[in-house]
């Protein structure tokens, strides 16, 4: 008989704790009525890591997300530890983990709520319908090279140094997450870089159709420069299926998709490692919100990102695509039924807790597999 999947929950900071008790919420339903049982850990990250151990990922916590099958995060940060050396900052917690876990894959999807559409601020025709995922490479590129810093110069003033590097299995890891993504929604990749003017964009461009060509040439594959990408984003957001691009243009373009929504706190995150020999693959689901410092402890979180990401980790970790479908669905129908938490709140709909948005995607569930 197959094992029970691992989870290790890091519920973190501020309404961290507050949405990860909802998405608690959806695990014990899945053991209790669709016999989905998974072997749950719980343990510290972030600032409460720090509060607790003097670190913001403990060698411990480590130790557990190593052995997990997935790692499920809330949130961290907050002004409470603003003055802390950076070295123990808590965001350090989540660099930890992803360097440890060697996550190199950023998975972000931008899809609308069609109950939500009037919260985009561009027109209902244009993001209506709207599913695309941005894929960012997580480990390379600008952010990691070297040479980095700052330094005098010797006629006075200071010179900033930061290098773009990417090697091709760099590159050709994250493409075949992209390839592999593509193959199950619609079959269409934009490959994303700046090869007119970056060496380490042709060179990008270049291991990209090269490992098209040899390993996916059923997948329909789309270059189209960093710039032209962005302005297409807002012009005809509806063009794109899966874009992938390195870290510093998959970080801007992944804030721009999120945006078109109309709600970042709505959207999931996944950041994902190789698939070892067993099949196996480290990953890390949390929402893209941060931790709302000035809310936290008050009720008034909105649950559906973690909800959202628990979603993701059933589809992209374990293959349970009819299960991820149910949750997305309750929460859809429940969007539609008019519950809004305060950041989403609009007229004439109905203002609830972060509880009883839990609770109705929860009673949805209940409805859906009556």
Known sequence: MARNKKLLLLPGDGI????????RRVIDWFGAQQALLFEVEEDLVGGASYDERGT???DATMDLAMAADAVLLGAVGGPKWDDLDFSVKPERGILRLRKDMDLFANLRPAVM??????ASTL???IVSGLDIMILRELTGGIYFGEPRGVKKLAGGGREGINT??????????????????ARKRRNLVHSIEKANVMESGLMWREDMTALHEREFVDVELQHMYADN?????VRDPKQFDVMVAGNLFGDILSDCAAMLTGSLGMLPSASLGETDSTGRRRALYEPVHGSAPDIAGEGKANPIAMLSSFSMMLRYSFDMEDEADLVDKAIDIVLAGGLR??????????????????????AELNRLTA
Do not use: H, N, W
């Open 123 to 125: 027109k209902p025709d």
């Open 341 to 362: 938490t305060g950041d989403i709140m609009q007229p004439k709909k109905a203002r609830v807790s972060t509880k009883v948005m839990g609770e109705a995607i929860v």
């Open 56 to 58: 913001p990922c403990a």
């Open 164 to 181: 773009e590097v990417y090697t091709t299995p760099e590159v050709e890891r994250v493409g075949r997450v992209a390839f592999e993504l």
């Open 16 to 23: 961290g704790p507050e949405v990860m008790a909802e998405m």
């Open 229 to 233: 990408a962005a302005m297409q984003l």
């Open 113 to 118: 709520f069609e109950s939500l559409i009037e």
